[in-house]
């Protein structure tokens, strides 16, 4: 392709759809530039996938703009198609095709691409090549999902939560793929709610809650701007012996504290200040400490300190 | 790669492989190994019609006449009756007799009564006693020396055509077509729907008539063996005619197996579940497999929804089959139910096309 490349992979402004009662996207704008791949974060019901199946040209949108590789779904869709690598949540493909049938399937859908065989050995399933997908692990079938959206050899992959539901291992396995695909220089728009998956994989990352951008930049911009550095979280005390938080906010380094499901979470700016002091107040109050466990701040904390929710709460 | 002519342009490995390689070629291959993967999917399209026809041709074989057990009191009336070779006949006394007849043992019971006269005792209700009547009056008549005024001898009819089984394997044949378009489409299509296949197929570039027709090409490739298989058991084991040419019986299939294949795509063209299209393909079919004349004539059904039984599909596919292998019609002869047919494939078709819920 010679045609001038636009900056933006996928530009979306102003987008808004509405189901019956609920508004999913309610006025989003997004840039995602060429080469990068962009994160979607947001719990379940923020608009995510409504978001990507519309920048994917499966769901109309009630009005806004979407821009994907400078063309547009209602005069482009043809061309759109063959450049677009989609992973769909949860996908699911015939269980009675092997491997090899349903990537074959795939690609003789585009012009371009990789033989099916080169797929196969880039997911690392040449020992599965002709198992049945019904027969494919978890991680397995994820990594199928992804070779049917790189057949055509996409400029632009649309990854809708492709790690949800997989063991540690399997995650990791794709982690690694996915970051072989951004060597290669392709634009990624990816959604989850693993913050770590996030943080790993994504120049920039669009924190989205209840179809609108709370916040946007690179994680660490992110973390950095809610100016908390660290998390302390402690269990201590039992039933009868309550222990009292408000000498807590008092403390130097402590921004807020909050308790929790029998834990208390400490928003710290100095770990080095709030460690010892929390150890002298729980001493005066005559609590004994059960667990004690700091973090540095992630994205996870982000969303916690702007919308006071967690990302997996339902 | 092979030892083709070169100037055969279908053999060159290019060309091959842009064949094999086309999303149509890709799609009805996907079609025929989701179906031979499906071992029950087979038993209902080839094994289950064969059964259904070998058992019911079994059943309503055509036996040889049949002799009919009568009884007679004396010797002599026994000795007259035994003239006639259909009837087989036992000498009883006069109350074991009767016993025997009312048991049901014999058909009928002779017995001489005063001033030469022959009683005979039956149900004139019971075809088999009526027709033991006429035998043994004719064998007791002519041993008593009676000469027909008029002579007669008998020709002797069994022809294929007319027996039950050749009425039965068309209308199976229907049936299966019926039942292969309907199901085969509906459940396909709304599984992988269900499962979100088609919308992941409708994210690739793959052209949408493309998944559509590539239903229409394996149903018309699994027709051959449907109707060879059907119509070749019948004819070699029950030696069913097929009077009418092999092509016309062929673009009759076609036709039939398209029409039913469109009623399916319009059945599955919405429903989200399983059971919702079972459902309807239950509440579209039943009617039919009830009057379109499967298993006995149409004409049976009051003349008030003739016209309705008529305009069924299965009713055009089933009239046509019978009477292309039976009575060996063209398709001139059969353009009426050709239409019929025609109008429910272009109808339904258009329709399914317009609301098809391609996610």
Same mark, same amino acid.
């Given at each position: 392709m010679l045609e001038?490349?636009?900056?933006?992979?996928?530009?979306?402004?102003?987008?808004?759809?509405?189901?019956?009662?609920?508004?999913?996207?309610?006025?989003?704008?997004?840039?995602?530039?060429?080469?990068?791949?962009?994160?979607?974060?947001?719990?379940?019901?923020?608009?995510?996938?409504?978001?990507?199946?519309?920048?994917?040209?499966?769901?109309?949108?009630?009005?806004?703009?979407?821009?994907?590789?400078?063309?547009?779904?209602?005069?482009?869709?043809?061309?759109?198609?063959?450049?677009?690598?989609?992973?769909?949540?949860?996908?699911?493909?015939?269980?009675?095709?092997?491997?090899?049938?349903?990537?074959?399937?795939?690609?003789?859908?585009?012009?371009?691409?990789?033989?099916?065989?080169?797929?196969?050995?880039?997911?690392?399933?040449?020992?599965?090549?002709?198992?049945?997908?019904?027969?494919?692990?978890?991680?397995?079938?994820?990594?199928?999902?992804?070779?049917?959206?790189?057949?055509g050899e996409p400029e632009l992959l649309f990854l809708d939560e492709p790690t949800t539901g997989l063991d540690p291992q399997a995650r990791r396995q794709l982690w690694e793929l996915i970051e072989q695909l951004k060597l290669?220089?392709?634009?990624?728009?990816?959604?989850?709610?693993?913050?770590?998956?996030?943080?790993?994989?994504?120049?920039?990352?669009?924190?989205?809650?209840?179809?609108?951008?709370?916040?946007?930049?690179?994680?660490?911009?992110?973390?950095?701007?809610?100016?908390?550095?660290h998390v302390v979280e402690f269990s201590a005390g039992g039933p009868g012996r309550e222990l009292d938080l408000e000498p807590l906010r008092r403390l130097e380094g402590i921004r807020d504290v909050k308790a929790e499901n029998g834990s208390v979470l400490m928003q710290a700016t100095e770990l080095h200040l709030a460690v010892p002091a929390l150890l002298a107040e729980l001493a005066r109050q005559q609590i004994p400490l059960t667990e004690l466990r700091t973090h540095s701040a992630t994205l996870e904390d982000v969303f916690v300190t702007l919308t006071g929710r967690h990302l997996r709460d339902e | 790669m092979n030892s083709a002519p070169v100037d055969s342009q279908i053999h060159s490995p290019a060309a091959r492989s842009r064949f094999a390689d086309h999303p149509l070629t890709q799609l009805t291959l996907v079609r025929f190994r989701e179906f031979l993967r499906e071992p029950e999917a087979l038993f209902w399209v080839f094994i289950f019609p064969i059964l259904l026809a070998a058992g019911l041709g079994l059943a309503f074989r055509n036996r040889p006449p049949e002799v009919l057990q009568i009884a007679a009191v004396s010797p002599n009336l026994a000795r007259s009756l035994r003239t006639e070779k259909l009837l087989s006949v036992s000498e009883f006394s006069p109350e074991n007799g009767l016993q025997a007849l009312r048991a049901g043992k014999v058909a009928?019971?002779?017995t001489p009564g005063s001033n030469g006269v022959v009683v005979y005792a039956y149900d004139d209700t019971n075809p088999e006693g009526r027709t033991a009547k006429m035998l043994a009056d004719r064998a007791v008549q002519r041993a008593a020396g009676r000469i027909d005024p008029v002579g007669s001898k008998d020709r002797i009819l069994r022809e294929p055509g007319s027996r039950y089984i050749d009425f039965l394997?068309?209308?199976? $044949?229907?049936?299966?077509?019926? =039942?292969?378009? %309907?199901?085969?489409?509906?459940f396909t299509i709304v599984d992988s729907r269900r499962k979100k296949l088609i919308k992941r197929l409708v994210a690739t570039p793959m052209p949408r008539h493309y998944y559509l027709l590539s239903f229409g090409l394996s149903r018309l490739l699994m027709l051959v063996v449907e109707v060879g298989v059907l119509v070749g058991f019948g004819a070699f084991v029950f030696k069913v005619?097929?009077?009418?040419?092999?092509?016309?019986?062929?673009?009759?299939?076609?036709?039939?197996? $398209?029409?039913?294949?469109?009623? =399916?795509?319009? %059945?599955?063209?919405?429903?989200?579940?399983?059971?919702?299209?079972s459902g309807i393909m239950n509440l579209v079919m039943m009617p039919m497999w009830i009057l379109s004349g499967v298993f006995f004539s149409a004409q049976r059904f009051p003349d008030v929804i003739q016209p309705v039984i008529h305009v069924l599909p299965l009713t055009a596919v089933i009239d046509a089959l019978r009477a292309n292998m039976l009575q060996g019609a063209g398709l001139v002869q059969l353009a009426p139910q050709l239409a019929i047919l025609g109008c429910w494939m272009v109808v339904c078709f258009t329709v399914a096309l317009k609301i098809f819920r391609w996610r």
């Open positions: 001038s490349a636009p900056a933006a992979a996928l530009r979306i402004r102003n987008l808004r759809k509405t189901y019956k009662d609920v508004v999913a996207v309610d006025g989003l704008d997004l840039d995602v530039p060429v080469g990068e791949c962009f994160g979607l974060l947001g719990p379940n019901g923020a608009g995510k996938t409504t978001t990507i199946e519309i920048c994917e040209g499966l769901t109309a949108p009630d009005s806004g703009d979407v821009e994907v590789l400078g063309m547009h779904w209602k005069t482009d869709a043809a061309k759109l198609r063959q450049r677009l690598g989609i992973q769909l949540q949860e996908t699911q493909l015939s269980e009675k095709l092997t491997v090899l049938e349903t990537l074959c399937l795939f690609r003789s859908f585009y012009h371009q691409g990789a033989p099916a065989e080169d797929i196969i050995g880039l997911v690392q399933l040449e020992e599965k090549r002709d198992s049945r997908i019904g027969g494919l692990s978890g991680g397995q079938k994820q990594r199928m999902a992804l070779a049917c959206a790189l057949v290669a220089g392709r634009s990624i728009l990816l959604t989850t709610h693993y913050m770590d998956e996030a943080e790993r994989l994504c120049e920039h990352v669009a924190i989205m809650d209840h179809g609108k951008t709370i916040a946007l930049g690179t994680p660490r911009e992110l973390v950095a701007s809610i100016g908390i550095e | 009928l019971l002779a394997i068309p209308g199976l $044949l229907g049936m299966n077509l019926m =039942g292969s378009g %309907i199901w085969g489409l509906g005619p097929v009077r009418g040419s092999l092509l016309d019986l062929a673009v009759l299939s076609l036709v039939s197996s $398209l029409a039913f294949g469109s009623v =399916g795509l319009l %059945i599955a063209s919405r429903a989200q579940t399983i059971e919702a299209v």
